[in-house]
């Protein structure tokens, strides 16, 4: 089922390393807390970012009830958002 939610992210944690860069991170949103997987790029740009930024993300659950992330926007971003992490914008 693909789900599109909005919150913000915190607690990132890694889980695989270089060259198959694997993040997990937890969006705070209305509904509640939910567990959160990114890959790739969407992983490099989350990583530059400060906790409590806003985003909205697009993806599917697997087995384990983890939100797989497959887009995600930015919301309100800051000048230095704008001009290091949103240069690639294959993900948004």
Same mark, same amino acid.
């Given at each position: 089922?693909?789900k599109? #939610?909005?919150?913000? +992210?915190?607690?990132i944690?890694?889980?695989?390393?270089?060259?198959? %860069?694997?993040?997990r991170?937890? #969006?705070?949103?209305?509904e509640? &807390?939910?567990n959160c997987i990114?890959t $790739?790029e969407i992983?490099?740009s #989350?990583m530059m970012?400060?906790e409590? $930024?806003?985003l909205?993300? +697009?993806?599917?659950?697997n087995?384990?009830?983890?939100?797989?992330?497959e887009?995600?926007?930015i919301?309100?971003?800051?000048?230095?958002t #704008?001009?290091? %992490?949103?240069? &690639?914008? $294959?993900y948004i």
């Open positions: 089922m693909k599109n #939610l909005v919150g913000t +992210f915190e607690k944690r890694f889980i695989g390393n270089y060259p198959n %860069i694997m993040i991170f937890t #969006l705070v949103t209305d509640g &807390n939910v990114a $790739k992983a490099n #989350l970012m400060t409590k $930024k806003e909205a993300v +697009f993806g599917h659950y087995a384990k009830n983890q939100l797989i992330i887009k995600m926007m919301r309100n971003p800051s000048s230095f #704008l001009a290091y %992490i949103s240069k &690639n914008r $294959k």
